[in-house]
């Protein structure tokens, strides 16, 4: 870590640093974006000479593995003795340094690994040309620049942030989707579409759909990661908890029960993990991680679109359960207000089994948060499972192992670039005063914005008055809106705004 100051920011309706010359921040009015809905846009941090591109040599995974396929980011301080050692023997002057995992609220802080870099260049080619002589010479890398460690607090951000002041807002805020879900829509032809005044990204995405737990309106439509954290939205928007949460549904034929393992996504695949039993290789969540299960039982729902096709069973329901018909194929499409049940495995047996035209299957759905308290499911309530939890209770409060974003195992490339080192983020919480905050911070833009490690977004929402607060898909997805000026951010990737699995809207009363 350089030696830049710890910005001190002061939650208000702006936001407002003390003022170090190298820390420095600025707050702009906010601007009206509907009546209690406000829009600040900040800049914060500055660049200075401690902010420069480098060359990362990547790690093999075992002390003896080959360096010209060396694929990890970081590694034990052995393996990065060797690289090191090996670096000068070509005449590099190489720089050891350690990588350090902040505390969170379910695990305690400490080395994370080792990193081995090369050189010091004021610009990405410069970088590049550094890359290309270190490959030569048999080793592998990538490029980085070091305000995007998500070590530097003072290092340039932007800043938006939407405030909703339900006290004089008269609309509604709530989630949202394109004409399925399994299928994608950008935020702005969503906001466009429904007549929003205001919008971010939300859920992440993954197999052509959202992916976590989903209600909607008070029906379960995405299937748990179960326990991550998620955020429960009720009262059009003006009740907000942040928690944890599991969902269980039960599928029953008779006097026969089984336990579904998802809604509405691919059987088998089970993206992010956490699934109620059977996956492989652990039922533990882990983000951004396919694991499997052979055997699974997947319901399937109208706001889906047309199911996958693919060997197995299916049963098709009407819209009160009753079985239409009983395929040993899967694929057919759902009736309206209906549903099909589709099984892949020895589940398919199951199904085939108790499952017969004419017969009435009922599905029970269960939803509990983090005290294990059901979690009454009305035409009002919402719940959208991202995560990780940032603020509970008005204190940071990140549950990373329980949400997945640490990696077991020696390989910690995943924890170290998604959760330690700087990205774009979106954010959602509620303040002190009932307001709904929703912020995005841009990212991997270097000299411009550079974006948070996820402890640092912690503290940016607490600072912003949060007294519970939640992560949202981010990176690239990271986008903010308004119908008054179209893309208020500057969204990571080349091509700007990406296509969406769901999003929340800021609608005003019509």
């Known amino acids: 870590m350089n030696g830049k100051p710890l910005l001190t920011l002061v939650a208000a309706a702006t936001l407002v640093a003390s003022a170090p010359a190298t820390a420095r921040a600025s707050a702009p009015e906010p601007v009206v974006v ?7 846009q900040l800049s914060l941090g500055a660049k200075d000479a401690d902010d420069f591109w480098t060359v990362h040599v990547y790690l093999p995974a075992t002390i003896d593995g080959p360096l010209a396929r060396a694929g990890t980011a970081l590694g034990s301080r052995e393996i990065a003795d060797r690289v090191t050692t090996a670096l000068r023997e070509k005449g590099f002057e190489p720089r050891l340094e350690e990588v350090a995992l902040p505390a969170f609220a379910d695990r305690p802080g400490g080395t994370l690994g080792w990193i081995v870099r090369v050189g010091r260049y004021a610009t990405a080619a410069e970088a590049a040309t550094g890359l290309a002589k270190v490959r030569a010479a048999g ?20 800043v938006h942030v939407l405030r ?3 006290r004089e807002f008269r609309g509604t805020v709530g989630t949202d989707f394109g004409p399925t879900l399994n299928g994608m829509e950008t935020l702005t032809s969503l906001m466009s579409s429904t007549g929003a005044v205001a919008g971010i990204n939300a859920q992440w995405f993954l197999n052509g759909s959202p992916t976590g737990l989903y209600v909607k309106d008070g029906k379960v439509i995405g299937s748990a990661t179960q326990g991550r954290g998620g955020i429960k939205i009720t009262h059009g928007g003006r009740r907000v908890d942040v928690d944890s949460y599991t969902a269980h549904l039960t599928l029953r034929a008779g006097g026969e029960t089984v336990e579904l393992d998802a809604v509405n996504r691919i059987p088998g695949e089970v993206w992010n993990c956490g699934g109620v039993g059977g996956d492989q290789p652990t039922e533990k969540a882990q ?18 679109g047309t199911p996958p096709s693919g060997a197995g069973a299916e049963a098709v329901l009407d819209a009160r359960g009753k079985v239409l018909a009983v395929n040993s194929t899967r694929g057919a499409a759902v009736p309206p207000g209906g549903s099909t049940i589709q099984a892949i495995g020895d589940s398919a047996g199951w199904l085939l089994a108790n499952a017969r035209p004419g017969r009435k299957l009922t599905v029970t759905e269960r939803v509990e948060d983090g005290r294990g308290r059901r979690v009454p499911l009305t035409p009002d309530t919402t719940i959208l499972q991202v995560g990780p939890t940032l603020v509970r209770d008005g204190q940071v409060s990140v549950n990373a192992d329980a949400d997945g974003i640490l990696r077991d195992g020696t390989d910690q490339t995943f924890t170290y670039n998604w959760t330690v080192r700087a990205n774009p983020r979106s954010m959602i919480g509620v303040d002190g005063e009932g307001r709904l905050i929703l912020a995005v911070v841009d990212g991997r833009q270097d000299g411009y914005s550079e974006g948070l490690g996820i402890a640092q977004t912690a503290e940016l929402m607490k600072r912003l008055g949060a007294v519970q607060a939640l992560n949202l898909d981010g ?20 091509t700007g705004q990406r296509s969406l699995g769901n999003v929340f809207l800021v609608r005003a009363a019509g």
């Not at 080793?139 to 932007?158: E, L, M, S, V």
């Not at 983000?287 to 889906?304: G, N, Q, Y």
């Not at 990176?475 to 080349?494: C, F, H, K, L, Y």
């Open 34 to 40: 509907a009546p209690g809905v406000t829009l600040t």
């Open 139 to 158: 080793f592998a890398g990538g490029t980085r620049y070091t305000a995007q460690d998500g070590t530097d607090a003072g290092a340039p951000q932007k």
């Open 475 to 494: 990176g690239g997805s990271s986008v903010m809106a308004t119908a008054q000026g179209g893309i208020v951010n500057r969204p990571s990737d080349a």
């Open 287 to 304: 983000h951004d991680f396919k694991c499997t299960d052979d055997s699974e039982l997947v319901r399937f729902t109208p706001e889906w």
């Open 164 to 166: 909703v002041d339900f």
